[in-house]
């Protein structure tokens, strides 16, 4: 594979304009850096309680405050450094960072009445720079109005004297200040989930308008970058890589695969948690059509004996972790030279493990690329994607040509169908739970729905239900098909799937799976749920 890689001056320059994201341990901090990187502008994300040398030596032309899960109002709750009001840059505080800003800056803060969590309606009362233009509809009066997305307990209930209010909801007085001279804006809301429908216009005038950055960062020298601080960090050093079949890894092995050729080596692990024909389809992929190095590793066996009576997705999710590790281990010691363990691993995986620079983020479930690293471990770790979020992955693989392109494929997780059977797995569920899911997906692309939907699957429930079969009683298990509508995985609408082909799928998984009686499809949005069920 060939991709040029220019090291020129003008591109040197991309990190010119930069904004500083204070991490408040809000689960979003990072699609907050996501989102300005998607605006062009680089970006680095910090604990809030950076030194005042560390800001000036990072030079931002702005800053924003994260939300975050504790209340200002208790006490010994983290405050951005004074330095960041003083520093003569514009200030964004969104959710706990416009509390903390109101309340370091001389306002008040208490406990809401009414918590917010989701839809909202803001209704902006006054003109500001920053929100002049952008709005989603207009009242009767002509009061501009935006739909946004809130997820709070605490409201700002005095400003600070310098301060404007902008906007209000109705159980929100304050949902956004300002003060304009200063550059200084606060909002309630969450302007980095997609839900908020203006909330990239809002970024992209703080950004641009506001800060004045430039748009340079861009998917072309993120590769560039990645693939210089890999051979940097790789030398003359061999490489194994975790290769599952999904994109985070493909495109971990294309990055690995530009910058030290064939001293990276693939391990293909099947760990039986595969789904239909999974194995074959990534080893002909990735070895014949790409050429790279693979070893077909078949450890079902293995995986489903460590699983044997375990039923708590933690610790699923740990055993699957583990053994995957003992194998790469063990794959590792047979090749000499290799010293390290590279893989697909993203942002999303991090900061849902609360592994993330601050540690701050609520534990939701711990993926296995994160929670299943052993302590020990014999190898170096190798994450280029560690930052990123899907779509920006997506990016990079169309820049490197998509080479990658198995018709779009949803993102499946690193414990596979482990997380998709409920509670212990058996070799008996997995089977009927692959053939379940080649239905329902075989389904969405008859019906051109595959690519409508960010995510589909089935999942096993070890429930048995009661059904009539050619006049016999059966007594089965039960299934439940998931489709999710996102474009960053943090928060997803279920998917309105037409009924009729509900009905479809639904008729033709009970009458050609052996051993499922019913079909129930999840109507759960996230948040509150997951999209995977454990
Ligand atoms: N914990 C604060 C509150 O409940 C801030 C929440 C947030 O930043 N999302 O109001």
Redesign the pocket.
């Known amino acids: 594979m060939q991709y040029l890689i220019i090291r020129s001056k003008m591109n040197r320059n991309i990190d010119n304009y930069r904004i500083l994201i204070l991490d408040?341990g809000?689960q979003y901090s990072q699609l907050l850096a996501r989102r300005i990187r998607e605006i062009g502008v680089y970006c680095k994300l910090w604990d809030w309680n950076i030194t005042v040398e560390q800001i000036q030596e990072f030079n931002p032309n702005g800053i924003i405050l994260?939300?975050?899960?504790?209340?200002?109002i208790q006490k010994k709750s983290p405050r951005a450094p004074e330095y960041v009001f003083t520093a003569g840059v514009p200030v964004l505080g969104?959710?706990?960072?416009m509390?903390t800003m109101a309340m370091q800056l001389g306002g008040y803060v208490k406990k809401?009445e009414k918590?917010e969590f989701g839809y909202a309606q803001v209704n902006i009362i006054a003109k500001s720079k920053m929100f002049h233009d952008i709005r989603d509809s207009e009242k009767k009066d002509g009061t501009p109005v935006l739909d946004v997305w809130m997820?709070?307990?605490?409201?700002v209930t005095e400003i600070p004297s310098d301060f404007i209010v902008i906007a209000s909801t109705d159980n929100c007085p304050y949902a956004i200040i300002a003060n304009e001279e200063k550059k200084f804006y606060g909002i309630q809301f969450?302007p980095e989930v997609t839900h908020t429908r203006q909330g990239q216009r809002i970024l992209k005038r703080f950004i641009l308008e506001i800060c004045g950055c430039k748009a340079l960062w861009n998917p072309a020298n993120i590769i560039d970058d990645a693939i210089w601080s890999l051979r940097k960090q790789v030398g003359t050093d061999s490489v194994i890589l975790g290769l599952s079949g999904g994109i985070d890894s493909a495109v971990t092995a294309l990055l690995l695969d530009l910058a030290i050729g064939k001293r990276l080596i693939c391990v293909f692990v099947d760990n039986g948690l595969l789904r239909l024909n999974e194995g074959q389809q990534v080893t002909e992929m990735f070895g014949e059509k790409l050429g790279l190095n693979i070893i077909h590793v078949k450890a079902a066996k293995r995986f489903l004996k460590a699983l044997a009576g375990i039923t708590n997705p933690e610790d699923k999710r740990q055993t699957i972790g583990r053994v995957f590790i003992e194998i790469f281990n063990e794959e590792a010691s047979k090749i000499p030279q290799v010293k390290w363990l590279a893989q697909g691993t993203i942002y999303s995986d991090v900061i849902e493990s609360a592994t993330s620079k601050t540690g701050k983020a609520r534990v939701i479930k711990s993926h296995h690329n994160v929670g299943g690293l052993p302590k020990k471990m014999k190898l170096g770790l190798i994450e280029p994607l560690k930052n990123l979020f899907k779509d920006e992955v997506r990016k990079l693989d169309i820049e490197l040509g998509q080479p990658y392109n198995m018709q779009n494929l949803h993102p499946f997780p690193g414990p596979g169908l482990g997380v998709r059977i409920l509670g212990e797995i058996k070799e008996e569920y997995c089977n009927i739970l692959r053939h379940a899911d080649a239905i329902f997906i075989e389904e969405l692309h008859k019906a051109n729905l595959y690519n409508t939907v960010s995510q589909a699957f089935t999942v096993f429930l070890p429930i048995r239900s009661v059904g009539v079969m050619g006049d016999n009683r059966t007594y089965d298990w039960v299934v439940s098909l998931r489709a999710v509508e996102t474009t960053d995985f943090m928060t997803a609408h279920w998917a309105r799937l037409p009924y009729d082909f509900l009905g479809c799928v639904s008729n033709r998984i009970i009458n050609e799976v052996t051993g499922i009686s019913r079909v129930v499809y999840d109507i759960s949005s996230k948040p509150p749920a997951t999209i995977e069920w454990e």
């Open positions: 408040f809000s994260s939300g975050g899960p504790e209340s200002t969104v959710c706990y960072g509390q809401s918590s997820s709070h307990n605490d409201i969450h």
